[in-house]
């Protein structure tokens, strides 16, 4: 079986589409055969998708849509490929509470220092907890920090994951963040993930991506 990896959050506009088009354009570079099952009807992977195929980027990517029997769906492309990454609306939905079913793991994402991203967690995870303990206790749910300063005096990003990592009551953040670049924009908006991207200044962001999966052991 491959693994079913869930991108969610109660709030929109956290940049979850944006790097799930990186992480997966890494997984097919390094020859993992992999799915998206698009279950946001705003249909960010299927606009990204569409750029790819105008442009006649390879390798082509497995698309998939559902909006009911999300679970069901998943599981089903997880026994014919080794990834199968699932994006779901950014806010509180019964899509994300149905692929919290299936997750073999959540990421869900945060600014450090946007206040109404925060707000919202609480909620969010409030539903993880939830399928965790009636539904899919071996899901390993992560958030992890996006758009971070990457002003090294900057200390939002590692107080906000002391207080979260502090507190048994969040969900686990991992030490490796994601830092505000412009090669994740920039490669998403040309059909791209930042390994696929031709630009030297996304040498970073490529690095953020391996260690990220690396040290989320999803590779």
Known sequence: MGKII???????????????????????????????????????????????????????????????????????LATK????????????????????????VLLSFIEPGAQIEINTLSRMVEDVKTAQASLNPTMKPWIVLNRCVTDPRDKEAGELRKMLNDDPDWLPVPRQRIYSRKAYKAAYNAGQGVHEFNDKGGNKARGEIEILLNELEII
Do not use: M, N
């Open 6 to 76: 869930v991108f969610g959050s109660h709030k929109g506009g956290v940049g979850k589409s944006t790097i799930l088009v990186s992480i997966l354009a890494y997984l097919l570079k390094t020859g993992k055969k992999c799915a998206v099952l698009e279950c946001d009807d705003q249909q960010s992977i299927k606009d990204w998708v569409s750029e790819r195929q105008e442009v006649g980027i390879t390798p082509e990517v497995s698309y998939f849509e559902c909006y009911t029997d999300i679970a069901e769906r998943a599981q089903k």
């Open 81 to 104: 490929f080794d990834y199968v990454l699932l994006d779901t609306p950014g806010k509180k939905s019964a899509e994300f509470r149905k692929a919290l079913i299936c997750a073999d």
